[in-house]
């Protein structure tokens, strides 16, 4: 089951169940948040149908929206993301921070995620390594532009899969879902120091367009393509899930959620759960205006998405005293 989430100009928000090349507008729900919360109760009720065509392709009054928020508190959405996953992952960064004869602090984490992020029944397993990105303010959706901010160095892309999570009234955190997602990172800022990463974190980020309710997460194939002025300038074959993740999903989930500040009932998560390969490790820069296109098999329509280098000079942040 997958649903997409809309806006519209003067009929504002709604939400579709996907049906094959037809997007089926629920009739009492008009957000991916309150429809879940109903789906425990009661069956969707169709009110009228759209060409998903139209609407993917931007043909249409329709627009889509990140695959899930929190509609009503963008900063009661917490995004978050879990790297050196995968090895090729961590090799790019062993290379970014170190020769390939010293073992790096990222080389070293990944290990240690290979040693014991697979724990066994109810034991608890090696912390992965765990980024703030941002709120819900910072989400992107299908066909929204990623900024690369005036401050940033770089604007890259990390093809990745998100899981979706709502903390039910009792505190109790639920995975909604997942969808395919797009964690935009500053590597070259990062490449300057590792402690550096958080800082490279803090952009905007795109999930969807399809929020995934029974995705398979066992092996998951993918692909991502960068293009320029409509000719294809990188492509790679990818692949996640948990045989190719160095921590398990449960492992992951545990180390996110065993903050009582990450169980707060009515919050909403997203999380990354790590990139196979990105393009900055082969040698790209994304430029303005480039397109970045994100399939995993099982997940829906591709994400695409194009970057925004913004133009404008680099200008002081001021704080102002109180009282003044």
């Known amino acids: 089951m997958r649903f997409v989430q809309l806006q519209h100009a003067t009929e504002g928000r709604a939400v579709a169940l996907v049906e094959g090349d037809t997007l089926a507008l629920a009739r009492d729900y008009s957000t991916a948040y309150d429809l879940i919360q109903g789906l425990r109760r009661e069956q969707i009720h169709i009110r009228s149908r759209l060409k998903y065509d139209d609407v993917y392709l931007g043909?249409?009054?329709?627009?889509?929206?990140?695959?899930?928020?929190?509609?009503?508190?963008?900063?009661?959405?917490?995004?978050?993301?879990?790297?050196l996953t995968h090895i090729s992952s961590a090799a790019t960064r062993q290379a970014m921070h170190g020769a390939e004869?010293?073992?790096?602090?990222?080389?070293?984490?990944?290990?240690?995620?290979v040693?014991?992020?697979?724990?066994?029944?109810?034991?608890?397993?090696?912390?992965?390594?765990?980024?703030y990105k941002g709120d819900g303010s910072i989400l992107r959706g299908h066909g929204d532009a990623l900024t690369v901010p005036w401050f940033a160095e770089d604007g890259g892309e990390e093809a990745e899969i998100a899981g979706v999570y709502v903390i039910d009234p009792d505190g109790?955190?639920?995975?909604?879902g997942m969808a395919i997602g797009n964690e935009f990172s500053d590597h070259k800022f990062e490449r300057r120091n590792y402690l550096y990463l958080a800082?490279?974190?803090?952009?905007?980020c795109a999930i969807g367009p399809e929020l995934v309710l029974d995705g398979e997460f066992g092996l998951v194939r993918g692909e991502v393509k960068l293009e320029r002025n409509r000719s294809v300038i990188w492509f790679r074959e990818i692949a996640s899930g948990a045989e190719r993740m160095c921590h398990s999903l449960a492992n992951?989930?545990?180390?996110h959620f065993k903050y009582p500040q990450h169980r707060r009932p009515g919050d909403v998560h997203i999380h990354f759960f790590g990139a196979d390969s990105f393009s900055f490790g082969a040698g790209i820069a994304l430029q303005d205006g480039d397109l970045v296109e994100i399939a995993f098999e099982g997940f829906g329509r591709p994400?695409?998405?194009?970057?925004?280098?913004?133009?404008?000079?680099?200008e002081r942040v001021t704080v102002r005293a109180f009282g003044v």
Request: contains cysteine.
């Open 199 to 204: 800082h490279s974190k803090l952009r905007e």
């Open 303 to 314: 994400l695409r998405n194009r970057v925004a280098v913004e133009s404008r000079t680099a």
């Open 101 to 113: 004869q010293q073992e790096t602090d990222s080389m070293r984490m990944y290990r240690w995620g």
């Open 172 to 176: 109790v955190p639920v995975r909604v």
């Open 115 to 131: 040693e014991g992020g697979h724990p066994q029944g109810d034991a608890i397993g090696t912390a992965p390594e765990w980024f």
């Open 252 to 255: 992951i989930e545990h180390h």
């Open 59 to 83: 043909h249409s009054e329709w627009r889509i929206l990140p695959a899930f928020d929190h509609p009503a508190e963008p900063a009661r959405c917490l995004v978050s993301g879990t790297g």
